[in-house]
């Protein structure tokens, strides 16, 4: 049984099932640029709705924008990884980032706290996406609590919001969200106008492509920014186009979940946490037995330690695909491959949170 929703994903998912669920798109006929990012060549990627506007400006080099949000409430893991390494690639292609802090969602919905939040967002995640290799002079970041200094631009972005009431019906409202709270409400509003109003003219000055990278948890905000996007004549928006990546499991099991930090490692722990993590609570799909697992092979679908490197800290493809034959034959063991993980998660952090010390420095010019 499988629960995927915006506040809950649980179960095996089945991704086949949830593109027949969600009508997406499987991922073919992709730009030859795509190939360059690893989740795009594993899969990890598998679905989308009209990419095919993003293919077209990628290869005829036309403006486009890509666009996601972030929620201040935890620590920045290797989940919220993936989507800053989809930015930070749609942005070496020429694409605008437009990255916004939900902080009014987080403080009607988790934690009423805007100080705290705030912080968060800063030395959490701004702090993270720069060290990456976001760069923030093409970039357009912004707080939903305070979305610009310039007075034009920030009553158009709330103008939106507050317009988009008309056109969502509290039915809409009810399927996605269940029980309704004004705070509900107030927050998918603003999250179609954050999606949407990069076209406003006084953003990017006319209407054009904005891509939305998202799990498929988020699919059910999508498609109401979808839907209301077309019913609103007073702009000729061009539809949106989203992707959908695969969760990264959790330690444990689920996903990477900011709530527990058993499930996940974040690109703040030091290396000997990380290395802890992996041995104790990484869940291995190797056989209960020394010579079980020789004589069967272990299961990389399934285990952490291998789909960590599989998400991204092995860009190796001919490397990775011979640490899973290994693995399934026998002949490595589940300590062994932990140990790859584990030096490979070792090097990561080392050298990031070097490039985080000097994001700091970007980040209090950016914010001055």
């Known amino acids: 049984m ?15 099932r949830l593109i ?23 899969g990890i990627i598998f679905a989308q709705r009209d990419f095919a506007r993003i293919s077209e400006a990628i290869e005829k080099k036309k403006r486009f924008v890509v666009m996601t949000g972030l929620m201040p409430s935890g620590k920045f893991h290797f989940g919220h990884k993936m989507v ?5 690639f749609y942005q070496s292609l020429g694409a ?5 802090v939900a902080d009014l969602e987080a403080y009607n919905s988790r934690m009423p706290d805007m100080k705290a939040l705030r912080e968060t967002a800063i030395q959490e995640y701004l702090t993270n996406y720069i060290a990456l290799g976001l760069d923030l002079k093409k970039c357009d970041f912004y707080f939903q609590s305070k979305r610009s200094k310039e007075g034009k631009k920030s009553n158009a972005y709330y103008s939106l919001a507050a317009m988009f009431a008309r056109h969502i019906t509290f039915n809409e409202f009810k399927a996605i969200y269940g029980e309704i709270s004004p705070g509900k409400m107030s927050s998918a509003l603003l999250q179609a106008a954050d999606m949407l109003h990069p076209q406003l003219p006084e953003f990017e000055g006319k209407p054009q492509p904005i891509l939305i990278p998202v799990g498929a948890d988020q699919d059910p905000h999508l498609r109401l920014a979808r ?22 499991p959790g330690l444990g099991s689920g996903k990477m979940s900011s709530s527990d930090p058993t499930s996940y490692i ?25 010579e079980e697992h020789r004589k069967k092979g272990g299961n990389p679908d399934v285990d952490v330690s291998f ?27 589940t300590g062994e491959l932990k140990a790859i993980t584990i030096e490979k998660i070792t090097s990561f952090l080392k050298g990031h949170q070097k490039k985080r010390e000097k994001a700091k420095k970007q980040v209090d010019k950016f914010l001055l």
């Not at 499988?2 to 086949?16: L, S």
């Not at 605008?96 to 916004?100: G, P, R």
């Open 84 to 88: 800053a390494e989809q930015l930070i």
């Open 227 to 248: 839907d209301a996007s077309q019913r609103i004549k007073e702009y000729n928006f061009v539809q949106l186009s989203s992707t959908y990546h695969k969760f990264l």
């Open 96 to 100: 605008k980032i437009y990255l916004t």
């Open 307 to 333: 789909q960590m490197l599989r998400y991204g800290l092995e860009p190796d493809d001919k490397k990775l695909k011979n640490i899973s034959d290994e693995y399934k034959s026998g002949k490595l063991l």
């Open 266 to 290: 974040a690109l703040t722990d030091t290396p000997e946490d990380a290395a802890h993590k992996i041995r104790k609570y990484a869940f291995s799909g190797g056989q209960a037995t020394l």
């Open 20 to 42: 027949k669920e969600f009508g997406l798109q499987e991922c073919k006929n992709l730009p030859k640029e795509c190939n360059a990012l690893p989740l795009f060549r594993r």
């Open 2 to 16: 499988q629960t995927v929703t915006p506040w809950e994903v649980k179960g095996t998912i089945d991704y086949e």
